[in-house]
Every structure is written in structure tokens, then in C-alpha cells.
């Protein structure tokens, strides 16, 4: 009888032991597959990063170029002496006017814009996979984490040289806790 019971302890035990490796080998597995779809996302949104604030100065330089050209248009046209000179001034300036307002009433089609709102909402769908990504991430390290701390797994997490710490949690840097200066980013 004590033989029986010493059996069933062992066998107890070892489907205990094999339940809990698979377990943990199952979220550290899923924990690196998990991280491994956020990284490429990460470094997608690097690499994106860089296009928008080049559209976004190209944008901005176009208009710049415009409102500047109508400026030195008008500062002629206010500076012109003689009749011709008038006449050459005003033409120049009526040419930007015409200029400006047809791409005032053409902006929300300019082709620049829409290359920048391309962007735009690649940058949120790459934003929108991370924060899921970083999810999903999260909740099978607080499995892992769970399974590897607690009894019994944490016997078995130690019989088997899994550790707790391995898999860390996603946490947001301080850096970007403060959020970026955009005026910086568009100056450069």
C-alpha cells in the first residue's frame, strides 16, 4: 500500500514537473515571439519618422517659398518709380497672388499633402500594431512572470533555470514620457 502511495507521489510529481515546464517553456517562448513582432515595429517607425518631418518642412518651405515670393513681390511693387517699373512690379505680384490663391483653393489636394497624410496614417497603423503588440507582450510576461513567482511554479521555474526577470516589461523611457519639440525637429 505505502508502495502505491509513494507511486502516485512520483507520478504526481513528474506530471507536475512536465506540466510546468511546458508551461513555462510556453510563455517564455510566446514572450519572445511576442517581442519579436514589436521590434520591426519599432524600428518601421524609426525609419517612418524621418519621411513625415521631411514632408512636413517640404510643405511648409513651399508655402514659405510662396508667402516670401508674394512679400518681395509687394516690397517691388512699393518700391517701383517709373511706369514700367510699376507695370513689371504689379504684374509680378498679381502673378503670386494668383498663384497663392490658386493653391489656397487647391491645398487640401496638393500632392505634397497627400504624401503627408499617407504618412500620417502609416505612422498611426505602425503606432496602432505597437500599443497591441505591446499588449499582448505585456500579458504573457505578467503570465511568465506569474507562473515562474508563484507556488509551485516557482519550484519548478528554479528546478528548470527559468527565471522571473528574464522577460522585462515594456516601459516607456523617460525621454519619451516628455514628449518631442517639433519646432526643433522642423528647424533642422
Do not use: H
Request: a positive charge.
Amino acid at each position: 500500500m505505502i508502495e502505491w502511495l509513494i507511486l502516485a507521489v512520483v507520478v504526481i510529481l513528474v506530471l507536475l514537473a512536465l506540466y510546468y515546464y511546458n508551461r513555462l517553456t510556453g510563455l517564455n517562448n510566446q514572450a519572445e515571439a511576442d517581442w519579436k513582432l514589436i521590434d520591426p515595429l519599432l524600428q518601421q517607425r524609426l525609419d517612418t519618422i524621418p519621411n513625415l518631418i521631411a514632408m512636413a518642412k517640404r510643405i511648409m518651405k513651399q508655402e514659405m517659398d510662396l508667402f516670401n515670393g508674394i512679400a518681395k513681390a509687394r516690397e517691388g511693387a512699393m518700391n517701383a518709380n517709373t511706369v514700367p517699373e510699376k507695370i513689371a512690379a504689379n504684374k509680378a505680384l498679381g502673378g503670386m497672388l494668383l498663384n497663392f490663391y490658386a493653391r489656397a483653393e487647391a491645398y487640401p489636394q496638393m500632392r505634397s499633402n497627400e504624401n503627408m497624410q499617407t504618412v500620417m496614417e502609416q505612422l498611426a497603423s505602425i503606432e496602432d500594431k505597437i500599443k497591441y503588440g505591446r499588449q499582448r507582450y505585456s500579458y504573457t510576461v505578467k503570465d511568465y512572470k506569474n507562473a515562474t513567482m508563484m507556488m509551485p511554479g516557482v519550484l519548478f521555474a528554479g528546478l528548470f533555470g527559468f527565471k522571473s526577470d528574464k522577460w522585462p516589461y515594456y516601459e516607456a523611457d523617460e525621454g519619451a514620457r516628455k514628449g518631442i519639440d517639433a519646432g526643433k525637429l522642423l528647424a533642422e
